[in-house]
């Protein structure tokens, strides 16, 4: 099922209901290129900036070398139905919360490349990754660690020129600092949490039987009580966690994760269709 009511830019958005249907990043920047051509904007758009798009449905450049200094790695991604690529710890504790929050529908780490002039050079650049939001919004992505990486004027007038030109394509630009992200807070645990088992199986009757349960209770019912009913002990509890990744439910994060954790449904419009197993 798709959603072609427009998003918050005002253009029409394509939305997956589901994991499995594997709406990808790559398609909506297509879609977003493709609308955007039709626009008496797009000449002046592709006069000053050309936007490259990776040959398959997978990150613009490869991020892990022998040589990089950095910590490099990749995090199997449920919601990115793939693994990802990330090139610090920042944009690890981004992927981490992306995984989580059941405001993001899917993510990719370094989806295109932004070529353009600016002050008499060639610029290139490269997002950390792309967001498909829940309103269908393609959020174009940036990591910081904190507002001092802003610092250099040269750098936030290069940041400046990409954030126009997702505005006049329809997407959105955001520049996310990633420190209070890695703090050891209530809310960042429980994240950490939930996405250890954000690969956990679990089939359409485990979402049709937590479904079921809480619609019976709006408010949202104790972890523990929704666990009982659709496994043993652990079984259970990974379920519902690869279930809030999956954006079927959502448990509350800013209290630790117990089995007192409150577990509520989803608005229809938040909502996932079931999907079917589970992993990548």
């Not at 209901?17 to 879609?31: F, G, M, N, W, Y």
């Not at 997002?127 to 904190?146: F, Q």
């Not at 703090?183 to 956990?200: F, G, M, S, W």
């Not at 039987?209 to 002990?233: C, F, Q, T, W």
């Amino acid at each position: 099922m798709r959603n072609n009511h427009p998003n918050k830019a005002g253009h029409p958005s394509v939305i997956a209901d589901a994991p499995e249907t594997r709406l990808s990043v790559r398609s909506l920047l297509q879609a977003g290129l493709a609308h955007a051509s039709t626009s008496s904007a797009w000449a002046s758009i592709s006069a000053a900036t050309r936007i490259v798009l990776p040959a398959t449905d997978g990150p613009m450049r490869e991020v892990i070398t022998g040589r990089n200094i950095r910590p490099t790695g990749t995090y199997p991604s449920r919601k990115a139905g793939r693994p990802v690529a990330f090139e610090s710890m920042n944009e690890r504790a981004v992927f981490l919360h992306s995984e989580v929050d059941t405001g993001v529908v899917r993510y990719l780490s370094q989806p295109c490349r932004f070529e353009f002039v600016l002050g008499g050079r060639m610029r290139s650049y490269v997002p950390d990754l792309a967001r498909i939001l829940d309103d269908g919004t393609l959020e174009i992505v940036e990591v910081k660690g904190d507002r001092s990486a802003l610092s250099d004027p040269d750098y936030r007038g290069k940041l400046d020129h990409v954030a126009a030109a997702c505005r006049m394509i329809g997407w959105s630009f955001r520049v996310i600092f990633a420190e209070p992200l890695r703090a050891r807070t209530v809310r960042n645990l429980t994240v950490a949490k939930i996405q250890h088992y954000r690969l956990a199986a679990f089939g359409a009757s485990d979402v049709f039987n937590v479904r079921e349960r809480l619609a019976k209770a709006p408010g949202g019912m104790p972890l523990g009580d929704l666990a009982s009913a659709i496994g043993d002990g652990p079984g259970g509890l990974g379920k519902l966690c690869g279930m809030m990744v999956g954006r079927h439910l959502a448990i509350d994060l800013d209290a630790p994760l117990t089995l007192s954790s409150n577990v509520r449904p989803l608005t229809t419009q938040q909502a996932d269709t079931p999907s079917i197993g589970g992993g990548l």
